[in-house]
């Protein structure tokens, strides 16, 4: 059991569920949208952005060919993404849910093991879409799916099959953290109180994203805060960029569904080679 100094993200994680909870009591949904690309652009992103960094690393990028042909492949991953939301929305959208319950699993996977993340990770989003599922199709519909009512049919399940394998896995690690248990279980208090966005912002900017940064800074040597910033700015400012310049693509949609693409479909971008560049760099990790 856990018994040392706790992480940044352990005492986080509460604040940004109170936070959400003020927020979420603003009237109308623009309080809602504002706080998505705020807390998203400053919070979440920047632990996406230490993967230049991560690369440098642990794919030795020492020379100029070899980082380019890294930012290259990691565009064209993310490219290739786009394109298959374009064509299959209803598909990339299941898919991005599951991978997506793959990635947040790795935040316990090193304790409870890859099944017991994966669990974590159904339990995360299971919540949300079974609770409040009348505010989560629309959401799913403003993504391009055409069978959100699919995707939402399927919550229960994954809850389901995500607790079962969630409490086996924290049953049986002998290594399991108290937040193990915490947090899944403040989740679900979130997800009884909050809009599903505000739900999503607690748990991505206050949790995964501090404790991800805390891990990949400290195995990067990055101890100060001014050394992350210079590390991360690059990198965030060049996302930036690249999120304006997917807006005139965009242009003729409600400005809801226009916000609500460019965050999800941009981060279901992003996830897949910053997923790769994880399970490369890893177990490479001292833990
Ligand atoms: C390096 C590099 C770069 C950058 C990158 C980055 C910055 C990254 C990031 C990354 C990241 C940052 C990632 C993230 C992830 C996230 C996620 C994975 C999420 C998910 C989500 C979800 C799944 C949701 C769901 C939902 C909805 C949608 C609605 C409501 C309900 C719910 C919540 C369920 C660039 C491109 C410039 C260039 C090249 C290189
Ligand atoms: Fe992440």
New binding site residues.
Partial sequence: METSARPPAFWLFPIGLLLSLGFSALPGQWPLYIVLVLSTAIL??P???L??AV?RRHLRLHSMPRLIA??GG??AL?TVVIAIWWQAPNAALGA??L??AV??GDDVAHRLGRLGGVGYGLWI?GL??TLHPQK?QP??EM?GATRADLLVAAGPWALGLGGAILLAALALSPNRATSDWRDPLLLVVGAALLH??A??IAY?CFLHSPRHLELAARDLGLDSWRERLRAVAP??L??YA?ALAALPFLIGMPSDAIL?RII?IG??A??V??MILEFIASPRRAE
């Fill in positions: 979440g992103l632990h996406g952005s993967d230049t690369a890294f930012l990691y565009m993310s991005f849910l991978y997506s990635h947040f989003l949300p879409v989560v959401l799913f993504l599903p966005l739900y999503f991505w990198t965030t060049a996302t690249l609500m999800f981060l279901a992003l996830t080679p910053h």
